[in-house]
C-alpha cells in the first residue's frame, strides 16, 4: 500500500536545488500517436484495419499482414501483469536519480503485450488497468496501475512523477478577479494545495468574490498582467514557491471586425489574453523551469485557460477568439521552451460559460466555473496536456479533426438572404 | 528689474514656492469605470525599450502608452459633446495664454469629509466669496477634497450604485460660467462631476455645461491643501496632442509667501 505523502520539509537553503532531468524524448513518428492520445488522457493502440490486429510497439506497418491502414484506437485498460523486474541501476541520470524503478510487461485483454512501469500497489501477476501518462519528458508511456483503486495511490513516487497533481503544490491563479478564480481556488484546496495565491488588478476597484476568496485562505496579492513591472514584482516574490500556475486573466468583448469599427477592445484582448501571458511566461517560466525537479513540491504544470475559438473562430466573439488562437499559439511555443526542463502545459478548452457576463444571449450549453475547475484538477492529477471542459469544446474538437475547413465553412455561415 | 527676472530670482530665493498639483503617473492609479460596453480610458503602462544592456548597452528607456484621460490631466472642451461644434476646442488649438492664470481655491474638504456626495452649491460658492472676495474674470477655481489623500478602493469609490465623490450642482458650474467667467474648472476627483453626477440634469453637468461655454477641466489633481484660497497662478499646459481631447500634465502652482 502506498505510504500517503507528507508535506515536504521547508527547504534546506544550503542545498542546491536539484536541476531537472528527464527520461528520454526520441519516438518515431508512429509512435507520437500514443503520445497524442495520452496527452488527453487516452490509452490508444494501433489496430489494423485490413486484419484487425492490435500491435504494441507502434510501427509503419501492421506485423500481421503488412497493411500500412493503422488507425488509432482507444483500448480496454484490462490486463495481467506477466513479468516484471525492479531496475537497480541505469546510465540514465533521470531513472539513476529516482531508483529503484518497477517495469514489466502486462498481457492486455485486448491482444498485444505491453511494456510498462508498475504502480507500486500491483502484485505479481495480478490483474492490472493499464493506462497512457505523459512523463517528463512530454512523451506518451504506459503504466499499470492495480485494478481497483488502492488508498493513497496517488501518492506513489512514479504517479507523482506522471502528474502534475496540486497536492502539497502552492499554486498561484493569474487573476482573482476571473470568474472563475473562486471555484478554481476550492477545487484546488479540496485536491490538497498547500497554499492559493491569488494575483489582483486594479485593487481599486472592489469585486463582490474577493471576500470569499479571503475566506477560503487565498493569498491575494497585486498583480496585472498587462502592467510588466507588476508581473516582475509578483515573480520576484513568490516565482520560487510557484509550483502550478494557472492563467485564468482573461478579456472578453463580443465582435468581430466590422461591427466593432475600432481596435480599442482588441487592444485589451491582446493585452490581456496574449502578451499577458507572454508577460506572465518571461517572468515566472524560468523559475518554474529551474524547479521542475525540486522534489514533492517540484514546479509541475502551466496552465492556460483557453476558448475553444482558438481552434476555428466562433462568431460572434471573432475578435477574442483571435486573440485567443494567438494565446493558443503562444502556449505551443510555451511547451517547446519549458520541454528541456520538463515543466508541462496544459491548455484547458472551454466553450460559452456560465459566470461571464458577455455569454449572457447566447443559449445553454454553457460550462460552469465549477465543472472547468474539475477539469483543471483532474487533468493536473492526470497529467494531461489538453483538456475539452464540455460539450461544445469536445463537439468542437472532434469536428476540427474530422475537418477544419468543412467546421470553419459551418462557422462562417452568412446566413440566408434573397 | 522686469517682472520677469523678479519672478525668476524670487522663485530661486523661494519667496515664491512651486506647489506641485500632480499625482505620479503609476500603472495603478484609477481611472474613470465606465459600463463595461462603451470603450474604456486606459490605465498608464510602461514598457521597458532597454535599460543599459543588450537591447541598448549605454541608455534606458520606456514606451509609455496612456489615455487623454489618464492620471492628473486636463479637458479640453472638445471632449464633451456639447463643445464639439466650438472654435479651438482641441488641447493643439487652445491659445496658449490660457495655460498660466489666477486661482481661487474653495475649501470643501470639511464638507467632503463628512459627505461623499458633498455638493459644491451656489450659496457656498457665496459665503466663500463673502471671505475672500469675488471670484474674479479668468480664473481657475479649485474645489479642494483633500480627496487626493485617499489611496485605493477609497478613490473611485465605488459601489453597485456606481461611484461616490463630491462635486458641483448644475447650478454652480452654471454660476461660475455664466456669473463668473471662469477660465475652468478643477477637482480632486477622477471627474469634474461628482461621481453621481450621472444623476443630475443634465447628466454630468461640470462637463456639459464647462466644456458647452469652451471653458477648461482640471482633474485627478493633488495636494490642494498646499495652495491659499487666493492669490497663487496656476500653471497647467496640456500636451499638444492633435486633435486632442485632453491630456496628461504636470499641474503647477506659483504661490507668493506671505
Known amino acids: 500500500m502506498t505510504h500517503p505523502l507528507s508535506p515536504p520539509p521547508k527547504k534546506d537553503p544550503q542545498k542546491r536545488s536539484v536541476s531537472p532531468t528527464r527520461p528520454p524524448e526520441v519516438r518515431s513518428r508512429a509512435a507520437l500517436h500514443l503520445t497524442a492520445a495520452a496527452a488527453e488522457g487516452r490509452f490508444a493502440l494501433q489496430r489494423c484495419a485490413d486484419c484487425g490486429k492490435v500491435q504494441y510497439p507502434p510501427r509503419d506497418a501492421c506485423s500481421a499482414c503488412l497493411s500500412t491502414d493503422l488507425p488509432w484506437q482507444d483500448m480496454a485498460p484490462g490486463g495481467t501483469l506477466i513479468a516484471e523486474t525492479t531496475v537497480q541501476t541505469s546510465p540514465r541520470l533521470y531513472f539513476r536519480e529516482r531508483m529503484p524503478w518497477r517495469a514489466g510487461t502486462v498481457q492486455l485483454d485486448a491482444g498485444p503485450t505491453v511494456l510498462a512501469h508498475i504502480h507500486g500497489d500491483v502484485a505479481r501477476h495480478a490483474r492490472v488497468r493499464v493506462t497512457a501518462r505523459l512523463d517528463q519528458a512530454g512523451q506518451g508511456v504506459l503504466v499499470a496501475l492495480p485494478e481497483t483503486d488502492t488508498p493513497n495511490m496517488k501518492d506513489d513516487p512514479l504517479m507523482r512523477a506522471l502528474s502534475a497533481d496540486p497536492k502539497h503544490r502552492r499554486v498561484l491563479i493569474t487573476d482573482a478577479r476571473s470568474a472563475q478564480a473562486l471555484a478554481l481556488a476550492r477545487a484546488l484546496q479540496k485536491a490538497g494545495a498547500a497554499i492559493i495565491f491569488a494575483g489582483e488588478p486594479e485593487s481599486w476597484r472592489p469585486y463582490p468574490q474577493r471576500a470569499e476568496l479571503e475566506a477560503l485562505g487565498v493569498q491575494i496579492l497585486p498583480m496585472d498582467v498587462t502592467d510588466t513591472a507588476s508581473v516582475k514584482k509578483l515573480a520576484g516574490e513568490i516565482g520560487g514557491k510557484t509550483d502550478i500556475l494557472i492563467n485564468t486573466a482573461r478579456f472578453l468583448r463580443p465582435g468581430g471586425v466590422l461591427d466593432r469599427g475600432d481596435t480599442g477592445f482588441a487592444r485589451d484582448e491582446l493585452e490581456v489574453n496574449y502578451l499577458g501571458l507572454m508577460r506572465l511566461a518571461q517572468a515566472f517560466g524560468p523559475g518554474m523551469c529551474a524547479r521542475a525537479s525540486d522534489g514533492v513540491n517540484a514546479a509541475a504544470a502551466w496552465v492556460n485557460l483557453l476558448s475553444v475559438g482558438a481552434l476555428s473562430n466562433a462568431r460572434p466573439f471573432g475578435a477574442y477568439s483571435a486573440s485567443q488562437a494567438g494565446a493558443y499559439s503562444l502556449s505551443q511555443s510555451l511547451r517547446a521552451e519549458f520541454r528541456p526542463s520538463g515543466l508541462r502545459v496544459m491548455n484547458v478548452f472551454f466553450g460559452p460559460t456560465e459566470e461571464d457576463d458577455w455569454y449572457q444571449p447566447l443559449p445553454p450549453p454553457r460550462v460552469t466555473a465549477s465543472a472547468l475547475a474539475r477539469s483543471v484538477v483532474d487533468g493536473l492529477q492526470r497529467g494531461l496536456e489538453d483538456v475539452w471542459c464540455g460539450d461544445i469544446a469536445q463537439d468542437l474538437r472532434d469536428r476540427f479533426r474530422r475537418d477544419p475547413k468543412v467546421l470553419e465553412r459551418e462557422m462562417t455561415l452568412g446566413g440566408e438572404g434573397a | ?258
Not at chain 2, 483633500?146 to 469609490?157: F, H, I, P, Q, V
Request: hydrophobic letters at 40%; a negative charge.
Open chain 2, 1 to 258: 528689474m522686469s517682472t520677469l527676472a523678479n519672478l525668476a530670482t524670487r522663485i530661486a530665493t523661494g519667496e515664491i514656492r512651486v506647489v506641485d498639483l500632480t499625482h505620479t503617473l503609476d500603472p495603478d492609479f484609477p481611472v474613470i469605470i465606465l459600463p463595461p460596453e462603451f470603450g474604456q480610458c486606459a490605465r498608464f503602462r510602461m514598457e521597458e525599450i532597454s535599460a543599459y544592456d543588450h537591447r541598448g548597452p549605454a541608455w534606458k528607456w520606456h514606451n509609455i502608452s496612456m489615455s487623454e484621460h489618464t492620471g492628473t490631466h486636463f479637458d479640453a472642451p472638445a471632449h464633451w459633446i456639447s463643445g464639439r461644434d466650438l472654435p479651438r476646442a482641441a488641447v493643439d488649438e487652445i491659445d496658449p495664454a490660457n495655460f498660466i492664470g489666477p486661482v481661487c481655491v474653495i475649501d470643501c474638504s470639511d464638507g467632503a469629509a463628512e459627505d461623499e456626495d458633498f455638493e459644491l452649491t451656489v450659496p457656498l460658492i457665496e459665503g466663500w466669496e463673502a471671505a475672500h472676495g469675488r471670484i474674479p474674470a479668468g480664473a481657475w477655481v479649485l474645489m479642494r477634497t483633500d480627496w487626493s489623500k485617499r489611496r485605493g478602493a477609497e478613490y473611485l469609490n465605488m459601489r453597485e450604485d456606481g461611484p461616490h465623490s463630491p462635486g458641483p450642482t448644475p447650478e454652480a458650474i452654471r454660476f461660475l460660467i455664466e456669473q463668473r467667467d471662469i477660465r475652468g474648472f478643477g477637482v480632486e476627483t477622477v471627474g469634474t462631476d461628482a461621481g453621481q453626477g450621472n444623476h443630475y440634469i443634465p447628466p454630468y453637468p461640470a462637463h456639459y455645461y464647462l466644456h458647452g461655454a469652451g471653458r477648461f477641466g482640471l482633474q485627478c489633481l493633488s495636494d490642494l491643501d498646499q495652495l491659499p484660497p487666493t492669490g497663487a497662478v496656476l500653471i497647467a499646459a496640456p500636451l499638444k496632442i492633435k486633435n486632442g481631447t485632453g491630456s496628461p500634465l504636470r499641474v503647477l502652482a506659483l504661490v507668493e509667501e506671505t
